[in-house]
């Protein structure tokens, strides 16, 4: 007999319960509704070009809408943006940057594993940006891959490209442009490459990643700055 004042536990059998074993290894997920909203970047940032079914992705056309429902959605108070992304299509990239910071609502970054290439320019957007003491970060050039024409036109639009990059980095973050070139063009660090591969302390000492710290500090940071704009 059941009473019919309480709602009846969905059977182990039921479509809802087995969608969220599969996908989140749980039976039930907690009922909590938070004024922040989480967005991951994991994998490669795909823009232009479909990457290969066995890559990870992070679409960049499954993230623009996500960032405009986080600005007109008045009961969201706030972003935080978790990454772990090896980088990838360069202006999608820092077409997510440049949206993520024209937000008006509080954002946080916190690097988890790695923030590498055009995904340093994201970590970097946001309000306030942190790293976990194990995650790095690579600065190096900007690459291309498949046929390039080795024309006077290719490296005008690859060093204009490049200086985009450079001066958003340089703007929303603490670190000199010079300072960041060096590291960028430096030789040595990596086998077979340029650049410099920067591990959790060091981004914070060259001002590239605002604070050192995990889940617990970036949500601290957040709700801090979400009671600044009350």
Known sequence: MTDNNLPEKPEA?????LENIRELGQMEIPAFKSDIHCLTLGGQIEGHLVLPPQNK???YEHIMPQLVAVEENPEIRGLLIILNTLGGDVEAGLALAEMIAS???????IVMGGGHSIGVSVAVSANRSFIVPSAT???HP???SGLVLSIPQTYEYLDKMQDRVVKFIVEHS???EERFRELMFRTGD???????????NEAVECG?????GGLKEAIACLRSLKGEGQ
């Open 190 to 200: 990596l086998a077979r490459d340029i650049g410099t591969v920067l591990v959790g």
């Open 57 to 59: 992705t992070s679409k």
């Open 174 to 176: 603490g670190i000199r």
């Open 103 to 109: 937000l008006s609502k509080p954002t946080v970054s």
């Open 208 to 212: 590239l990643i605002d604070e050192l």
């Open 142 to 144: 900007i690459r291309l």
């Open 137 to 139: 970060m690579t600065i």
């Open 13 to 17: 059998g039921e479509p809802g319960t």
